[in-house]
């Protein structure tokens, strides 16, 4: 899923550039499209994907979600880090207790801060 999400933000913004108007004077596209940051949304749905195997699911929601928020233009540190660990939250709860799917924890280290964490949540 999250590969199908990568290849149609891509061609997504591929197509936003190529249908943009064009500046006759400076031949820019008047509908800018920050290619740095297209690239990077991308990347990271790619990169979260193979983590959540390694770091688990709950410390890569939680830093997949802060790197969005960022890329988005939020700049308040209490508000990222806020809604971060609300989102995270709630997909762990939904996941976990509600619709009972096993979620990645992550190895090692990973895996025992993972089991802590739902410990601590309640959610073991």
Do not use: C
Request: aromatic content about 14%.
């Amino acid at each position: 899923m999250l590969v199908s999400l990568a290849t149609v933000g891509f061609f997504w913004g591929i197509s936003r550039f190529r249908n943009s108007p064009l500046n006759k004077t400076s031949g820019e596209h008047l509908d800018q499209i920050n290619s740095v940051k297209l690239v990077l949304g991308i990347l990271s749905i790619v990169i979260y994907g193979a983590a959540i195997d390694v770091v688990g699911f709950a410390i890569g929601t939680f830093l997949f979600l802060t790197s969005w928020f960022i890329l988005g233009g939020v700049r308040q540190f209490v508000v990222i880090i806020a809604n971060s660990v609300l989102g995270t939250g709630a997909l762990l709860y939904l996941f976990l207790k509600v619709a009972y799917l096993p979620l990645p924890r992550g190895i090692e280290v990973f895996d025992t801060a993972t089991v802590n964490l739902y410990r601590l949540l309640g959610i073991y």
